[in-house]
């Protein structure tokens, strides 16, 4: 089949008609969203929403809370995220320790400054990166970066130039340079591109066997048509 190419929000809307409209199911504010990330292991929307409603009931989530809980007690409230919930349990007193005693107590207002100092003090935070920080950072209301979901780089990459590369930080790279350069710098259109390419990526354009088959934009996209940039055919 011939195929028609979209831009980037042409793109975006169809996988809103295909997805419906999407909402974040977590914390928006930054210091939440770090404790929400540690909740869980492998960490994903569910396991992090499992071990951060019990972690809520159970303990509390202000570095108060966090730094009186016994190990034990933390470890109890983070098991239903998943593994190693001992180890996730001291992570989130490191980051209630830094929070209060290096931070004031409030993670936003010390973001407050140039965005590279931002992104610096975000990612002392344990497993946070530059994809994590950009995501807080948009998320937060903070700045309309060109956030790109950290396990799903490869839907805009796929769709508009076809497969995508080995090295995960040049896909990581195309994508935010298309959301860049066609999304509007507003809060609301960045997260919505967000929301969509993160459903997208998770349910139907995954990593590894791509569901094209099912897939709303497979005539508009340059994988599906053959596009592999010098790389083999996989088997
Ligand atoms: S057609 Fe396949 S590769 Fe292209 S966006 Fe859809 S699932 Fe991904």
């Known amino acids: 089949m011939r195929r028609t190419a979209l831009t980037t929000p042409e793109l975006l809307d169809e996988l809103e008609k295909f997805h419906g409209r999407q909402e974040p199911c977590w914390p928006e504010d930054p210091y939440e969203f770090i404790v929400w990330w540690h909740c869980g292991y492998p960490a994903s929307d569910a396991t992090c929403t499992k071990g951060w409603e019990k972690l809520n009931r159970e303990v509390g989530i202000e570095p108060d809370n966090l730094l009186a809980a016994s190990p034990q007690n933390l470890a109890a409230a983070l098991k239903p995220g998943g593994m ?95 959301i860049a350069a066609e999304v509007p710098e507003t809060l609301d259109a960045r997260k919505r591109a967000y929301l969509l390419l993160k459903r997208h990526g998770q349910e139907i354009c995954k990593r590894t066997k791509p569901k094209c088959e099912k897939c709303s934009v497979s005539s508009h996209c340059a994988f599906f048509a053959g596009h592999r940039r010098g790389r083999a055919t996989p088997a």
Do not use: H, M, W
């Open 84 to 178: 190693v919930p001992e180890l996730r349990g001291l992570r989130l007193k490191e980051i209630a320790r830094r929070v209060k005693d290096e931070l004031g107590g409030d993670l936003r207002a010390a973001l407050s400054g140039p965005l590279s100092a931002a992104r610096k003090t975000l990612k002392k935070f344990p497993s946070i990166a530059d994809p994590g920080a950009d995501r807080i950072l948009l998320f937060a209301g903070i700045a309309p970066l060109a956030a790109v979901p950290s396990n799903c780089p490869q839907v805009l990459v796929r769709v508009l130039r076809g497969q995508e590369r080995e090295n995960y930080g040049v896909n990581y790279r195309e994508a935010q340079q298309a």
